[in-house]
């Protein structure tokens, strides 16, 4: 696992909580360093400031997205010590798959940390969500769109989706589910096991996906607004 940080006291204290946590880290500081180590050897998992000396945490972000399929991205958990709402879209955005805003509290950095490995590398693969009620895992498919949640694959007309680990988990849940319409707080909780939280992260994972899934996504067809509610997911074809 890396964390960088250009704070030693910070990365000092997240490390020493990792790895009492069982977690083998690798500290960093700046994020040339960062990019640097994760091309030599991609980590499981990247905890990553916002606000580093010379490329920002945005940008370490994006590079370390922005890898072919099939290959995966390296997990992101973005540290920002903003408040701002924007700021958090932004990181989200940018492909980090989970943010913590500065202070924070070790043990909560600690167990968003679990949950997005435990959906990186499930020991029992379920991709429709902790509370979803028992939900066949799948595979799905729905005309030129595949989702398997056991091999974590997604496919459009047979080319992978370069997708994060939260985007997976929604998309896996919505194909599980269509036609019926959830709210950003019932997604929060059912897809990602979160009880609080920023409602806006549902809402850019959501136009991320439309880009990614729809013919055209000023426009979508498969993940539609539910006006008042929320989101559904309108099946193109026939479930298999």
Not at 60 to 74: G, I, M, S, Y
Not at 85 to 111: H, I, M
Not at 193 to 204: A, E, L
Request: with cysteine; hydrophobic share 40%; net charge negative.
């Amino acid at each position: 696992m890396l964390v960088v940080d250009d704070d030693p006291t910070v990365s000092d204290v997240v490390r020493r909580y990792l790895e009492r946590d069982g977690h083998r880290v690798e500290v960093v500081g700046d994020g040339a360093q960062a990019l640097a180590r994760a091309a030599a050897d991609p980590p499981d998992l990247v905890v990553l400031d916002l606000m580093l000396p010379g490329l920002s945490g945005l940008e370490v972000c994006a590079r370390l997205r922005d890898v072919p399929p099939p290959a995966q991205p390296v997990p992101v958990i973005m540290l920002t010590a903003l408040g701002e709402e924007t700021d958090r879209v932004v990181g989200l955005q940018n492909g980090a798959d989970d943010y913590v805003t500065k202070p924070f509290s070790p043990r909560e950095l600690a167990l968003r940390v679990r949950s997005v490995l435990r959906r990186t590398h499930p020991p029992v693969p379920d991709a429709t969500g902790p509370a979803a009620g028992g939900a066949r895992p799948g595979p799905f498919v729905d005309a030129d769109l595949a989702v398997d949640p056991v091999a974590r694959t997604a496919t459009r007309a047979g080319h992978p989706l370069a997708l994060t680990v939260r985007e997976f988990d929604l998309l896996a849940f919505l194909l599980a589910h269509p036609g019926r319409a959830y709210t950003r707080g019932e997604l929060l909780e059912l897809v990602w096991g979160w009880t609080f939280g920023d409602q806006s992260t549902v809402t850019v994972h959501v136009r991320r996906l439309r880009e990614k899934i729809e013919l055209d996504p000023r426009h979508p067809a498969r993940i539609v607004t539910v006006w008042g509610v929320g989101y559904r997911y309108d099946a193109a074809g026939t479930e298999p």
